[in-house]
């Protein structure tokens, strides 16, 4: 009954942007990877011409009788190695993996190998050039836009989902509210019914056209309790408190003999006495009352409905067995608005109800049917 829209915007926003920043970060990606193959042809490329640059400065020395002053640079570091990779001349800070032909990088190390006449660069065969560099810039240039992306993908999903669940909150709205008015208005007349009832019994003794009518008032009230515990879901907090489960149920048994004895009907009884568990007592109205009504519902004209109530290896058990049509689709009947037979009335929410209350409640709900021979639904409430 409750449209939550920020919750609703919220949540498929983020599935919104999930979907989109896919969509657009894949192409960022690869445009970021063609910026590193950029950047590493850079390097490359200021490598070779450096190492041009040592070459030049090397030739020009030729076989001077001057001392050859190595050219040294802050950004580069160089090394000369003869044939056998021995060192002749080296700035180098570390020990190179590798000295084929080349451009080479470990790291964040780049250097450039390249090939020496023999016994003309001062007895060297391979000149190393190297540097230190690092993708910083497009990597954190990736992260900015990517975070952008994200952020301006969740603003505008957002917006636009609250503005496009702006009507269907207005529409829940009134009919919550349409609702909500409706079940104060039925319930009045209900009242009225089932106390006029109480009197003319009272007064002039019962009947079979009174329990008819008392049949369908209380009919009425179990489908008006269900929709009146929807409306107030989430919205209100259901008292715990300590409850007679055997005192609890024989009230309820005893408010739906009017309804069963319309079908002629047994309601057969085994409650424990004693038997008090902290619970909810609208929630265990609810669990009780749909059960019971369900049973004699769908229970044959003059069998009976055996109701159960004991203590078993320190858990509650309540069950009840009918003996009637019998359920065809047993994990199709907790759906709401399920109904198997569309002649017995109801709107198919007692049962999607109860098993809404004992998966909140950690209550086992066990259901074993035989059709045209009954079903048997079996609660055990499990002591804390």
């Known amino acids: 009954m409750i449209f939550d829209s920020k919750k609703f915007a919220r949540k498929y926003a983020l599935i919104y942007t999930a979907v989109l920043a896919v969509l657009l970060i894949v192409p960022l990606v690869i445009y970021v ?41 802050k950004e580069y570091k160089v090394a000369l190695y003869n044939d056998k990779y021995q060192t002749i001349f080296s700035t180098l800070d570390f020990e190179p993996s590798s000295f084929t032909e080349g451009f080479h990088h470990t790291g964040n190390r780049y250097y450039y190998v390249y090939p020496l006449r023999d016994d003309y660069y001062f007895g060297a065969s391979h000149l190393l050039v190297e540097t230190t560099h690092t993708s910083s810039d497009i990597y954190l240039f990736a992260f900015s836009v990517m975070i952008a992306i994200v952020i301006a993908l969740f603003i505008f999903s957002l917006l636009l989902l609250r503005n496009f669940s702006a009507p269907f909150e207005k529409l829940n ?17 209900l009242s009225i ?29 179990t489908i008006y309790n269900d929709m009146d515990y929807l409306v107030k879901q989430g919205r209100v907090e259901h008292k715990v408190q300590v ?48 059960t ?3 049973a004699i519902k769908y229970s044959h004209d003059n069998s009976h409905v055996d109701i159960m109530l004991q203590e078993e290896d ?17 994990h199709k009947i907790f759906s709401r608005y399920y109904r198997e037979n569309e002649a017995k009335g109801g709107f198919g929410i007692g049962l999607n109800i109860v098993k809404q209350i004992t998966d909140e409640e950690n209550i ?15 609660y055990a409430f499990y002591k804390k």
């Open 33 to 73: 990877l063609l910026l590193l193959q950029i950047d590493e042809a850079k390097v490359k490329l200021s490598l070779e011409s450096q190492s041009k640059k040592i070459i030049v400065s090397m030739q020009r020395y030729k076989n001077s009788d001057k001392v050859y002053h190595f050219p040294r640079y």
């Open 173 to 189: 709205t009134q009919l919550d509210n349409f609702i909500k008015d409706s079940m104060h208005e039925i319930n009045t007349p």
């Open 193 to 221: 019914i089932n106390v006029n009832a109480d009197l003319f019994a009272n007064r002039y003794g019962e009947n079979k056209y009174l329990w008819r009518i008392k049949s369908a008032s209380k009919t009425l009230a």
């Open 243 to 290: 409850i007679d489960f055997g005192e609890f149920i024989q009230n309820r048994v005893d408010y739906f003999q009017e309804v069963a004895n319309l079908k002629n009907i047994t309601l057969d009884t085994h409650i424990a006495g004693g038997v008090k568990y902290h619970f909810s007592k609208t929630k265990l109205q609810r669990i009780v009352d749909n």
């Open 292 to 294: 019971i009504s369900n």
């Open 314 to 330: 320190g858990n509650i058990i309540f069950e009840v067995r009918d003996h009637g049509v019998g359920i065809e689709n047993v």
């Open 364 to 378: 086992l709900l066990d259901v074993t049917s035989t059709l045209g021979m009954g079903a048997t639904f079996r």
